[in-house]
Nanobody, 119 residues
Framework: QVQLDESGGGLAQAGGSLRLSCAAS????????MGWFRQAPGKEREFVAR????????VYADSVKGRFTISRDNAKNMVYLQMNSLKPEDTAVYYC????????????WGQGTQVTVSS
């Protein structure tokens, strides 16, 4: 099993920045990719970004492309989400996730961290 622990959420003004961190522990050697998802009030959880553990290939949702950057530090078992040019519609609970296979579902989840962007 992989345990994930997010930090770094909080309140930001529109146009501002926040950086989320996610620490992985447990069977980290089994991780194929890590990602960030978010869920706004009354909405379904949506994909934000993911990064392959080996090689570092990244994928972003169109809504955050050019504003958010996902990165990883394999030595520290960390993944980060740098969020710039924040918008009120970025307000959500952000979840860190991990998956162990290339085509499978994300099967390990953190508890989530709240991000609130004021206009």
């Amino acid at each position: 099993q992989v345990q994930l622990d997010e930090s770094g959420g909080g309140l930001a003004q529109a146009g501002g920045s926040l950086r989320l961190s996610c620490a992985a522990s447990g069977r980290t050697f089994s991780i194929y990719a890590m990602g960030w998802f978010r869920q706004a009030p009354g909405k379904e959880r949506e994909f934000v970004a993911r990064v392959r553990r080996l090689g570092g290939t990244t994928v972003y949702a169109d809504s955050v492309k050019g504003r958010f950057t996902i990165s990883r530090d394999n030595a520290k078992n960390m993944v980060y989400l740098q969020m710039n040019s924040l918008k009120p519609e970025d307000t959500a609970v952000y979840y860190c996730a991990a998956r162990s296979t290339a085509g499978g579902d994300f099967d390990s989840w953190g508890q989530g961290t709240q991000v609130t962007v004021s206009s």
